[in-house]
C-alpha cells in the first residue's frame, strides 16, 4: 500500500511539473517578444525532448551494464586508482563508461547510491573525476573546431587546459585517499569469482520495474528547469553576466584588444571566439601567450554560465535538484580554480 501511495505521489509531482511548465510557456508566449509556438517548438521543444531521450538512454545502458554483471569488467580499467582514493570499483565501472555517455554514468552512480553500494561522498568525488573523460570525450570535436582557427595558440590552450584537468584529478585522488579510505566501498568482486550475469528475461523485469519510476522522477525535474532557463536566457541574463563578468575581469590584466576575443567568443557562439582569436594573432595585435591566456580566461569566464544553462536540467533530473546544483557548483568551483591555477603559472615561468 505504501509503495502504491508513493507511485501515485511520484506521478502527481510528474503532473504538477507539467502544469507548471505549461503556465510559463503560455506566459513566455503572451508576455515575451520573439516568443512565438514555432520559436517553443523548435528552440525549446526539440533540445529538450532530445535532452530527455538521451537521459533515458543513459538510465537503460546504466541498468543493462550493472544488472548483466559487466560492472566487474568496466571496473578493471581505472581500478587500482579507484581503490587509492578510497571509491571503489562501482565508481571505477562507471567512470569507464563515461569516456562513452557521461548520462550513462551519472545515471550508475545515482543507482549505485540509492540501491546504498556508495556512499554521498564517494557519489560527489567519482562524479568530479568524471571531468577527465568528459574532457576526453569531447576533445576530438573541440581540437578541430581550435586548431585551424589559432594555430598554436590552440596548442598552448589545450595544453593549459589538461594540465588544470590534471592537477585537479591528481588532488581529487589525493583528497580521496585521505577523506575516504574508510568508508564503505561497492565492490564487485574484481579478484574473487565473477557474479553471475542475470539472463535478459531479468534485465527487461528489472527495466520495466525501474525505469517508469526513475523516468517520471527526472522528467519532473528536468522540463520546468530547462523551460525556465530558456525564458531566463531570451530575457538576456546569460549575455549579461558574461559581459559584465568580462569587462570586470579582463580590463585589468589584458590587453583591451583581448576582450574582444572574450566576448565575442564566449559569450557568443563557441568556435567564434576562436575565430576572432586567429584573427586578432595574424594581424599582430596579439602574441601567442595573450591568445592563449585570453581563450583560458574566456572559458573560466563562460563556462560556469553555460553549465547552468545546458548542465543543471540534467543534473538535476538525473540526481535530485538540491543534490545536482551542489555537484554542479563543486565541479565548476573546482574547474575554475585549477585554470587559474594553470594559467597564473603560465604567465609568470613562460616569457
Same mark, same amino acid.
Given at each position: 500500500?505504501?509503495?502504491?501511495?508513493?507511485? *501515485?505521489?511520484?506521478?502527481?509531482?510528474?503532473?504538477?511539473?507539467?502544469?507548471? +511548465?505549461?503556465?510559463?510557456?503560455?506566459?513566455?508566449?503572451?508576455?515575451?517578444?520573439?516568443?512565438?509556438?514555432?520559436?517553443?517548438?523548435?528552440?525549446?521543444? *526539440?533540445? #529538450? $525532448?532530445?535532452?530527455?531521450?538521451?537521459?533515458?538512454?543513459?538510465?537503460?545502458?546504466?541498468?543493462?551494464?550493472?544488472?548483466?554483471?559487466?560492472?566487474?569488467?568496466?571496473?578493471?580499467?581505472?581500478?587500482?586508482?579507484?581503490?587509492?582514493?578510497?571509491?571503489?570499483?562501482?565508481?571505477?565501472?562507471?567512470?569507464?563508461?563515461?569516456?562513452?555517455?557521461?548520462?550513462?554514468?551519472?545515471?550508475?552512480?545515482?543507482?549505485?547510491?540509492?540501491?546504498?553500494?556508495?556512499?554521498?561522498?564517494?557519489?560527489?568525488?567519482? @562524479?568530479?573525476? @568524471?571531468?577527465?573523460?568528459?574532457?576526453?570525450?569531447?576533445?576530438?570535436? +573541440?581540437?578541430?573546431?581550435?586548431?585551424?582557427?589559432?594555430g598554436k595558440a590552440g596548442l598552448v590552450y589545450?595544453?593549459?587546459?589538461?594540465?588544470?584537468?590534471?592537477?585537479?584529478?591528481?588532488?581529487?585522488?589525493?583528497?580521496?585517499?585521505? +577523506?575516504?579510505?574508510?568508508?564503505?566501498?561497492?565492490?564487485?568482486?574484481?579478484?574473487?569469482?565473477?557474479?553471475?550475469?542475470?539472463?535478459?528475461?531479468?534485465?527487461?523485469?528489472?527495466?520495466?520495474?525501474?525505469?517508469?519510476?526513475?523516468?517520471?522522477?527526472?522528467?519532473?525535474?528536468?522540463?520546468?528547469?530547462?523551460?525556465?532557463?530558456?525564458?531566463?536566457?531570451?530575457?538576456?541574463?546569460?549575455?549579461?553576466?558574461?559581459?559584465?563578468?568580462?569587462?570586470?575581469?579582463?580590463? *585589468?590584466?589584458?590587453?583591451?584588444?583581448?576582450?574582444?576575443?572574450?566576448?565575442?567568443?564566449?559569450?557568443?557562439?563557441?568556435?567564434?571566439?576562436?575565430?576572432?582569436?586567429?584573427?586578432?594573432?595574424?594581424?599582430?595585435? $596579439?602574441?601567442?601567450?595573450?591568445?592563449?591566456?585570453?581563450?583560458?580566461?574566456? @572559458?573560466?569566464?563562460?563556462?560556469?554560465?553555460?553549465?547552468?544553462?545546458?548542465?543543471?536540467?540534467?543534473?538535476?533530473?538525473?540526481?535530485?535538484?538540491?543534490?545536482?546544483?551542489?555537484? #554542479? #557548483?563543486?565541479?565548476?568551483?573546482?574547474?575554475?580554480?585549477?585554470?587559474? +591555477?594553470?594559467?597564473?603559472?603560465?604567465?609568470?615561468?613562460?616569457?
Amino acid at each position: 500500500m505504501a509503495r502504491h501511495r508513493s507511485g *501515485k505521489g511520484g506521478y502527481l509531482k510528474l503532473w504538477v511539473s507539467l502544469s507548471v +511548465t505549461a503556465a510559463m510557456i503560455v506566459a513566455g508566449l503572451v508576455w515575451m517578444d520573439g516568443v512565438t509556438p514555432l520559436v517553443v517548438a523548435t528552440r525549446m521543444g *526539440k533540445p #529538450l $525532448l532530445r535532452l530527455i531521450c538521451f537521459i533515458s538512454m543513459g538510465l537503460v545502458v546504466g541498468q543493462v551494464i550493472e544488472s548483466t554483471g559487466w560492472t566487474r569488467h568496466l571496473a578493471k580499467v581505472a581500478g587500482p586508482l579507484f581503490r587509492f582514493a578510497g571509491l571503489g570499483d562501482r565508481c571505477s565501472a562507471a567512470f569507464t563508461t563515461a569516456f562513452v555517455s557521461g548520462v550513462a554514468s551519472n545515471a550508475m552512480l545515482y543507482g549505485f547510491y540509492k540501491d546504498g553500494s556508495i556512499t554521498r561522498r564517494q557519489l560527489f568525488m567519482a @562524479n568530479l573525476l @568524471n571531468q577527465f573523460p568528459a574532457y576526453f570525450l569531447h576533445l576530438p570535436t +573541440t581540437f578541430f573546431i581550435v586548431i585551424p582557427l589559432v594555430g598554436k595558440a590552440g596548442l598552448v590552450y589545450f595544453g593549459l587546459t589538461f594540465a588544470a584537468l590534471m592537477l585537479r584529478s591528481t588532488l581529487l585522488l589525493i583528497v580521496g585517499h585521505l +577523506t575516504l579510505s574508510g568508508e564503505r566501498v561497492g565492490e564487485c568482486s574484481v579478484d574473487g569469482k565473477a557474479p553471475t550475469a542475470k539472463g535478459w528475461h531479468s534485465v527487461m523485469e528489472g527495466l520495466a520495474t525501474r525505469f517508469p519510476k526513475r523516468v517520471a522522477n527526472i522528467v519532473t525535474w528536468v522540463i520546468p528547469i530547462y523551460v525556465a532557463i530558456f525564458f531566463v536566457h531570451r530575457l538576456g541574463f546569460f549575455d549579461f553576466m558574461n559581459e559584465a563578468l568580462a569587462h570586470l575581469a579582463i580590463s *585589468k590584466i589584458m590587453p583591451v584588444e583581448s576582450l574582444s576575443v572574450v566576448v565575442l567568443g564566449f559569450t557568443a557562439e563557441f568556435s567564434s571566439g576562436f575565430a576572432a582569436a586567429g584573427a586578432l594573432l595574424d594581424a599582430g595585435v $596579439l602574441t601567442v601567450k595573450q591568445t592563449a591566456l585570453a581563450l583560458v580566461i574566456g @572559458n573560466i569566464i563562460a563556462f560556469p554560465i553555460r553549465a547552468v544553462r545546458h548542465q543543471l536540467p540534467r543534473y538535476a533530473g538525473i540526481f535530485s535538484p538540491v543534490m545536482g546544483t551542489q555537484i #554542479l #557548483l563543486i565541479g565548476q568551483c573546482l574547474r575554475i580554480f585549477s585554470l587559474m +591555477t594553470a594559467g597564473v603559472l603560465y604567465y609568470f615561468l613562460v616569457p
